[in-house]
C-alpha cells in the first residue's frame, strides 16, 4: 500500500514564525501536492511538484512556498505564518501518467496548524 | 477552469441508493472526473474515476452523459460507514489547475 506521512498531525505556532511542513511518500510517486481544507472551500491546491526541484503553483500559493529536493519528499513553508493561515494541511502523491489523465492521488492524514 | 458544483449535504437510509450529482459545465475535452471520500481525521481516498459513460467498480459506478458536463456517483445500497464527504476532482496533467468540489456531506441513518 502507498503511504503518505507528515510530519505532524497537530501544530501550533505563533504569528511570524516560519513553519514547516514536512511529507514523505514511499512509492516512488513523481507528482506530490500540497492542499489546505477549510469548512466550506473544500480542498484547495496550494502547490504542485512533477519532479524534483521543479514545482507549479495551485489555486492559492500566495504566503507559501515549496521545497522538493528529494523524489519522497515535498516540504510546504509558510515564511511568515499568519491567522489566516489556520487550516488542515493535506499533502498527496501520484504516479506520472503521461499527462492523459488525473491518476489517483494518495493522501496523508493531514496537519491541523495553528496560528495565534 | 472546469469549477465543479455540489450539493452541500445529503441524507439517506442504509441499504438505499445514493446518488449524488456534480456539475463541471466548464470541462475541458483533456479532463477526467474523479471522486473521493473522506472520513473525519483522514486524507480523502479514491473511489472511482471515468471519463464518459459509465464506470463501474467494487464501491460505486460514475455515469457521464454525452455532453460531460455533469456526473453522478452512484453507491448502491449505502450502509452506516459510507457516511462520509464526498468529493468530484475534474483536471488533468495538461491543465494548470486541479479543482475539488466543496465536497457532498453523506449523512447514512439507519
Known amino acids: 500500500d502507498v503511504k503518505v506521512t507528515q510530519s505532524s498531525r497537530y501544530l501550533v505556532k505563533r504569528t511570524g514564525e516560519k513553519v514547516f511542513l514536512e511529507c514523505v511518500q514511499d512509492?516512488?510517486?513523481?507528482?506530490m501536492f500540497w492542499y489546505r481544507q477549510d469548512p466550506g472551500l473544500g480542498l484547495r491546491l496550494i502547490y504542485f511538484s512533477y519532479d524534483v526541484k521543479m514545482k507549479e503553483k495551485g489555486d492559492i500559493p500566495e504566503g507559501y512556498s515549496v521545497s522538493r529536493e528529494k523524489k519522497e519528499r515535498f516540504s510546504l513553508i509558510l515564511e511568515s505564518a499568519s491567522t489566516n493561515q489556520t487550516s488542515m494541511y493535506l499533502c498527496?502523491?501520484?504516479?506520472?501518467?503521461?499527462?492523459?489523465?488525473?491518476?489517483?492521488?494518495?493522501f496523508g492524514p493531514g496537519t491541523r496548524l495553528t496560528v495565534l | 477552469l472546469a469549477k465543479t458544483t455540489q450539493p452541500i449535504s445529503m441524507d439517506s437510509y442504509e441499504g438505499q441508493e445514493v446518488n449524488i450529482t456534480c456539475s463541471h459545465n466548464?470541462?475541458?475535452?483533456?479532463?477526467?472526473i474523479t471522486w473521493y471520500q473522506q472520513f473525519p481525521s483522514q486524507g480523502p481516498r479514491f473511489i472511482i474515476q471515468?471519463?464518459?459513460t459509465k464506470v463501474t467498480n467494487e464501491v460505486a459506478s460514475l455515469f457521464i452523459p454525452a455532453d460531460r458536463k455533469s456526473s453522478t456517483l452512484s453507491l448502491p445500497r449505502v450502509s452506516l460507514s459510507d457516511t462520509a464527504v464526498y468529493y468530484c476532482l475534474v483536471g488533468s496533467y495538461n491543465t494548470d489547475k486541479l479543482i475539488f468540489g466543496t465536497g457532498t456531506r453523506l449523512q447514512v441513518f439507519p
Open positions: 512509492m516512488d510517486h513523481e507528482n
Open positions: 466548464n470541462i475541458a475535452t483533456n479532463d477526467y
Open positions: 498527496a502523491s501520484s504516479p506520472y501518467s503521461g499527462g492523459t489523465s488525473t491518476d489517483t492521488q494518495y
Open positions: 471515468g471519463y464518459k
